[in-house]
């Protein structure tokens, strides 16, 4: 079973009057348990696909489908608790809340759902990548590759069925990439979620189920 679909979704962008069409007919479906990895040159449309796949934009045209429920006309309210609870979103930007700690911020999804145990868990989670010293450093307080592992640790708390990460290791040496993806695969393993990633490291390319390439607004 698919867990997310795209049916022929196109986005275009209007600047100055000139249309740009980013994606063109595009068509894709992820498996439950699939990993797989989204790559392409800079600007070909690769964060663009994965804000279209989990409902954070809507295609100019075509059709978006999460867990078979149709998403591509759906309300904010609708997408509100997919978003808490179906989906994991690890932002190129992290998208960290500057008013929150890290330990607040990793806590957040699991405390919207009242999750007793949200403390626990994010602190543990924050203990797995390597930050259980960072915990109560605001996010102008960490560097930008501890953020992006607190926003990974954000991700992941509620269980997700399917994260969506762009660029996820981008900003790590080499020791806390590999904490970050080990933290991925051990969800995978354990929960059989479904991981679409954004990256250009060729080692996460190899362990993954499949791989797709971005160009001129379509998959080569
Ligand atoms: N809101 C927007 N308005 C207009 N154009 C946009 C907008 N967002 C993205 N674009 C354009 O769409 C194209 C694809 O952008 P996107 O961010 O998806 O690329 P990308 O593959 O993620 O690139 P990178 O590897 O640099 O992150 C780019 O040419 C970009 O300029
Ligand atoms: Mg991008």
Do not use: W
Not at 23 to 38: H, I, P, Q, R
């Amino acid at each position: 079973m698919p867990v997310v679909e795209a049916r022929n979704i196109t986005k275009t962008y209007t600047i100055a009057n000139r249309e740009i069409r980013v994606l063109d007919d595009v068509s894709l479906s992820v498996a439950e348990g699939e990993f797989l990895v989204v790559e392409g040159s800079s600007g070909s449309g690769k964060t663009t696909l994965l804000s279209l796949l989990s409902g954070l934009d809507k295609p100019s045209s075509g059709r978006v489908l999460l867990e078979e429920m149709d998403i591509t006309e759906a309300s904010e309210d609708d997408l509100a608790p997919l978003r808490n609870e179906t989906i994991g979103f690890v932002f190129q930007s992290f998208h960290l809340v500057p008013s929150l700690t890290a330990l607040e911020n990793v806590m957040f999804p699991a405390e919207i759902r009242r999750d007793p145990q949200a403390h626990d868990k994010a602190a543990e989670l924050l203990k797995r990548v390597g930050l259980q010293k960072r915990s109560d450093n605001y996010p102008h307080q960490l560097s930008g590759g501890e953020m992006q592992r607190v926003a990974m640790c954000r991700a992941v708390i509620n269980n997700p069925k399917i994260i969506f990460a762009d660029e996820p290791t981008g900003n790590l040496d080499s020791e806390n990439g590999k904490a970050v993806l080990d933290l991925l695969l051990e969800f995978k393993k354990e929960h059989q979620t479904t991981l679409v990633l954004v990256t250009h490291s060729i080692d996460i390319a190899r362990i993954a189920d499949r791989m797709i390439i971005l160009k001129d607004g379509r998959i080569s």
